[in-house]
């Protein structure tokens, strides 16, 4: 076992723990997936590594839990899409992380709470006020342990495919370099184009695909990302 961000010496818990690494054969390609543990004791994180990432300019995906789009296919979100598209980047990169962040899901606000708050947005509210009038933060995420993991797998600058600003935020004030942000854009879907809308209008995503579904661009028929998109069929570069 690992221990990562000075905890060595005792004088504060580890923010996270290396535990375990493997190779792990999946559907995109072969990865080693290393295991840590949250230095809060509460959430088991991992890492999906492909290639040589030390040094500069991996390619690097921060990725949400979400239990309804990750495992269930739900399509009131685009997580499940970017979950795929972004190890299908990686794979085509030929290196790259993808750490998989528990702990996450609703945006950090626990899977029974976002369930209900999915209920609220079926009712009329958007993703945000759904949170907020659970009593919750509309982004409850903190980025310190992914950037942990990050130095301990050597990284130390990023291109970082990502909508979201925040992260890029994160990531730098915990002390990665973020060289490039890559978009991760993902067909819209009549089921979660309020969604995105809101993601864009309140949360500060970067979604300029959206512009075509607005515009009465048939979204089924489109096939998702654009130039320069993790999610095309060219290298995100």
């Not at 493997?22 to 995109?28: E, P």
């Not at 980047?89 to 030929?94: K, L, P």
């Not at 991760?184 to 993601?199: A, D, G, M, S």
Request: hydrophobic content about 35%; overall charge negative.
């Amino acid at each position: 076992m690992r221990e990562i961000d000075g905890a060595s010496d005792g004088s504060r818990p580890p923010v996270a723990e290396r535990v375990v690494d493997l190779r792990l054969a999946t559907a995109y390609g072969d990865f080693l997936a290393v295991g840590y543990r949250d230095g809060n004791g509460t959430d088991e994180q991992m890492a999906l590594v492909y290639g040589d990432v030390t040094g500069e300019g991996a390619l690097v995906r921060l990725h949400s839990e979400c239990l309804t789009g990750d495992s269930f296919g739900s399509r009131h979100c685009d997580c499940g899409g970017q979950l795929s598209a972004g190890l299908s980047a990686i794979v085509r990169e030929g290196r790259g992380v993808l750490v998989y962040l528990r702990g996450h899901e609703g945006r950090g606000i626990g899977l029974l709470a976002k369930l209900q708050a999915m209920k609220l947005q079926a009712e009329g509210l958007d993703t945000v006020e759904a949170n907020l009038a659970l009593g919750l933060p509309a982004d409850a995420r903190d980025y310190q342990v992914a950037a942990e993991i990050l130095h301990d797998l050597g990284v130390r600058s990023v291109r970082l495919m990502s909508n979201n600003p925040l992260k890029r935020e994160a990531l730098q004030r915990h002390g990665v370099k973020v060289t490039e942000e890559v978009p991760l854009l993902i067909t819209p879907q009549e089921e979660n184009i309020f969604y995105l809308r809101t993601k864009r209008e309140r949360l500060g995503h970067h979604l300029p695909h959206l512009e075509d579904a607005e515009s009465g661009a048939e979204t089924g028929a489109e096939t998702g990302g654009g130039t320069g998109s993790a999610d095309g069929t060219e290298p995100p570069r």
